[in-house]
């Protein structure tokens, strides 16, 4: 099993820029892919990207893409969010989650049910 603590989250201005991260605690996190997601006041918890175990590839949401940017330290167990042009409609709870299988074309693992274990949450307001 292995726990996951998210940080870094804040108050920011639009087009303002924030890096979150995902610490593991437990087990090493090179065996999981980990995933980030969010979940605004109101709506459902709704994916942001993924980075694999091992490769380093990356999948974005759509409404993401360009502007934000997940990497990994695996000597460090962590994994990292970069959010840059920051908009308000990125106001939400972000989550990083662990996922122990690997994506395919027809499975890129992106909805929530794919992930075994969660973080708290770290809130990120963006500012109009």
């Known amino acids: 099993q292995v726990q996951l603590v998210e940080s870094g989250g804040g108050l920011v201005q639009a087009g303002g820029s924030l890096s979150l991260s995902c610490a593991a605690f437990g087990r090493t996190l090179s065996s999981y892919a980990v995933g980030w997601f969010r979940q605004a006041a109101g709506k459902e918890r709704e994916f942001v990207g993924r980075i694999s175990r091992s490769t380093g590839r990356t999948a974005y949401a759509d409404s993401v893409k360009g502007r934000f940017t997940l990497s990994r330290d695996n000597a460090k167990n962590m994994v990292y969010l970069q959010m840059n042009s920051l908009k308000p409609e990125d106001t939400a709870v972000y989550y990083c989650?662990?996922?122990?299988?690997?994506?395919?074309?027809?499975?890129?693992?992106?909805?929530?049910?794919?992930?075994?274990?969660w973080g708290q949450g770290t809130q990120v307001t963006v500012s109009s």
């Open positions: 989650a662990a996922d122990g299988r690997s994506a395919t074309l027809w499975s890129p693992r992106i909805a929530s049910t794919d992930y075994d274990y």
